[in-house]
């Protein structure tokens, strides 16, 4: 189980990455690499997200770059 859920969490790490800009740039600035997080142990690599910065930021940049909210 511990497999799939690490698999899972790449997945997803992945996508956050490639079509979401907060984190992409967050990650970037932090020099943190999706290809380093293994599974769930290796979470202490990521930043911490904290209000300030989603206020700082905007909405808009949490959302996926392929969701169209006018369709």
């Known amino acids: 189980m511990t497999r799939l859920q690490d698999a899972k969490l790449r ?4 996508r956050a990455v ?17 290809d380093a ?3 769930v142990d290796d979470l202490w690599q990521l930043p911490a997200v904290i209000k300030s910065d ?4 905007g909405p808009e940049k949490y959302v996926d770059g392929r969701y169209d909210p006018d369709s």
């Open 54 to 57: 989603y206020l700082r930021v």
């Open 11 to 14: 997945a997803l790490l992945r």
């Open 18 to 34: 490639e079509h979401v800009p907060f984190y992409r740039n967050l990650y970037r600035a932090h020099g943190v690499s999706t």
């Open 37 to 39: 997080i293994a599974g």
